[in-house]
C-alpha cells in the first residue's frame, strides 16, 4: 500500500508550517519533490507545493481555487482517482 502515513501531530505544530512536511522529508529519508502530498485542504495542499512536495489536491466538492500562488500538481474529485495516480492497482 503506502509506505508511510505521518500525523502533523508528530511535528509538534500544525500545516502549513514548513516543520510538517519537513517530518515527512526527515522520517522517509527522501527529497521533498520525491513525495506525493494529498490533501482536500487548498491551504496545505499550497504550501506542502511551495515546500517542494508534488501535490494532489482532492477537491471533492468542486470548489473554485482559492488565490493562492501556484498550483496543484493534479486536482481529482474523488479519492478513488488517486490509486491510478500513484500506480497502485
Given at each position: 500500500m503506502f509506505d508511510a502515513v505521518l500525523s502533523v501531530e508528530e511535528a509538534g505544530v500544525y500545516?502549513?508550517?514548513p516543520r510538517v512536511y519537513q517530518l515527512a522529508v526527515d522520517r522517509l529519508g527522501v527529497p521533498a519533490p520525491a513525495i506525493s502530498f494529498q490533501s482536500s485542504n487548498a491551504w496545505?495542499?499550497?504550501?506542502a507545493s511551495a515546500f517542494g512536495m508534488r501535490v494532489v489536491w482532492c477537491n471533492r466538492y468542486g470548489q473554485r481555487r482559492e488565490r493562492l500562488?501556484?498550483?496543484p500538481d493534479?486536482?481529482?474529485k474523488s479519492l478513488d482517482e488517486l490509486p491510478?495516480?500513484?500506480g497502485m492497482p
Open positions: 500545516k502549513p508550517h496545505d495542499a499550497w504550501a500562488p501556484g498550483n493534479r486536482e481529482i491510478a495516480i500513484v
